[in-house]
């Protein structure tokens, strides 16, 4: 059994009775939607028409939002609805970015995501969706799509129909039926200063993009969007945690580079714990819930490489205490040996958020293969320049902060101009040259500070190229974090 929506655009009128049906049943708050119409222009004057499309959760075969829940806050029911327990979820925000469709939003009253739940609670009990009863021209038909003698399974074979975004294969059970195509193209028509009543919302202020084409004479005129819920801390979390598994990596070959005494013994160990702490603090304070961290271990969803990249960096702690343990206690040798295994966790915990980037189906830019070795090249540079200071010699670590920032900038620019399979994609990386902090373009400046002031101090001031490696890192993450997030998804 499968509850999906048929939406037949040959009857719409656009009059929004749906929306407000739907935010009176689930008393939805203001300026969220679980269900809109978007408006789209198409023509010149005065040969102009306006179509409308009826946008919403497509309770997908292969849900995204249900895998990437760390929870299982969200369930693909034997009906097919996609469901939330509002009571479980933490505000993790990650099923925002895994839906390809912006069809969650977050109930900042709450602090827990919502969405069209299919309006289970009168399906259940034998009644339609209100969005379905109050439709006052019959355009949403609401019924079983597994059932061949049902009236929507029925339409659709009759009819050529079209789902929302087919290339991201969640198996969406929304079909259209005469839709404007670019109406469900996300970005291809260009987008007004101001919609059709109001000031366009500026959740996303930035321009957009001028290589991005935009289909002639389409217009946007009515729309809504999500506020972008990752920023600067996502951004530190991916610096501290480089540090942490950057140091881990290079402590088993420090002697090699001339550190001795303390440094050599004890640091890497110290720095590795210090920042993992501040990782883990800057991962539960991101939480709209953050005292309910604790449920990734007691209800943790297995597929969800949120719970797989905590219990990274539990085996990772532990693996490092012991190393420093047994340090304390004499035992250099078993120490020394103990520190290879921390390489190998350090890898792991540099590299992981490439695999749960790559369950967030909605954000393509962050999908790319190249993720996984850029994580770990910037983790190499982050433990370099911040065992730098220690090291009287240089040498060593030199060679590897010089290779590993040099490397991080061919895999910035290749992350900016190489070919990207998906529409989504390309826009975020043309968003990646468009994102400002002030007067600055942050992927820019992490560019010429994070490199080449770094490969300067490094030369110059080794002892400080930390700052600019650093400073450089963490601008460069905010501007990809945000920038797979600019991307329209309706």
């Known amino acids: ?186 970005g291809v028509a260009s987008k007004e200063e101001m919609f059709l009543w109001s000031d366009r919302p500026q959740r996303k202020p930035e321009r957009w993009p001028v290589s991005l084409p935009v289909v002639e004479n389409t217009r946007t005129v009515l729309d809504t969007e999500h506020k972008v819920q990752w920023g600067w801390g996502v951004a530190a979390y991916l610096v501290t945690k480089g540090i942490a598994a950057g140091v881990a990596m290079l402590a088993p070959v420090v002697g090699l580079f001339e550190v001795q005494g303390f440094a050599a013994n004890y640091l890497p160990e110290i720095l590795a714990l210090v920042f993992i702490a501040i990782t883990g603090f800057l991962l539960v304070e991101d939480l709209y819930k953050p005292f309910a961290f604790i449920r990734l271990f007691s209800r943790p969803n297995w597929r969800s490489w949120l719970v797989k990249g905590a219990w990274v960096i539990n085996i990772f702690v532990a693996v490092i205490s012991a190393s420093l343990l047994l340090r304390v206690l004499g035992a250099e040798a078993a120490a020394d040996a103990l520190r290879w295994a921390g390489a190998v966790a350090g ?37 370099a320049v911040c065992l730098m200071p220690f090291d009287p010699v240089h040498n060593g670590l030199l060679i590897v902060a010089v290779v590993a920032a040099v490397v991080h900038a061919a895999l910035a620019l290749a992350e900016r101009f190489k070919h990207h399979a998906t529409a989504n994609a390309r826009q975020g990386a043309a968003f990646l040259s468009v994102i400002r902090i002030g007067p600055f373009l942050p992927f820019r400046e992490s560019l010429l500070v994070g490199v080449g002031l770094t490969v300067l101090s490094i030369f110059v001031l080794p002892e400080l190229a930390w700052v600019p490696a650093l400073t450089g890192l963490l601008v460069y993450e905010y501007a990809f974090i945000r920038a797979g997030q600019l991307p329209p998804l309706s």
């Open 347 to 383: 890898i792991a915990v540099a590299g992981y958020t490439a695999f749960l980037f790559a369950q967030c189906e909605g954000r393509d830019l962050w999908q790319s293969k190249l993720l996984l070795p850029h994580l770990i090249v910037q983790a190499l540079l982050a433990g």
């Open 1 to 186: 059994m499968q509850y999906g929506f048929l939406i037949d655009h040959t009857r719409c009128i656009g009059c929004h009775a749906c929306t407000v049906a739907c935010k009176s049943e689930n008393d939805v708050p203001v300026g969220d939607f679980r269900t809109w119409v978007k408006y789209t222009e198409k023509g010149k004057f005065p040969d102009i028409r306006r179509h409308f499309a009826v946008l919403r959760c497509n309770h997908c075969s292969n849900a995204p939002c249900v895998t990437i829940c760390p929870v299982n806050a969200l369930e693909k029911r034997a009906d097919g609805i996609v469901d939330i327990d509002r009571d479980a979820c933490i505000g993790c925000r990650a099923c925002m970015q895994a839906c390809p469709y912006d069809a969650i939003y977050l109930n900042e009253d709450h602090g827990a995501v919502e969405k069209c739940h299919f309006c289970a609670h009168r399906v259940e009990k034998g009644l339609e969706p209100a969005c379905a009863v109050v439709c006052p021209e019959n355009a949403i038909i609401a019924g079983d799509l597994h059932d061949p003698q049902s009236t929507i399974s029925q339409l659709i074979r009759a009819n050529d129909t079209l789902v929302r975004r087919p290339e991201q294969r969640t198996g969406p059970n929304v079909h259209y039926l005469g839709v404007l195509p670019e109406a469900l193209e996300p």
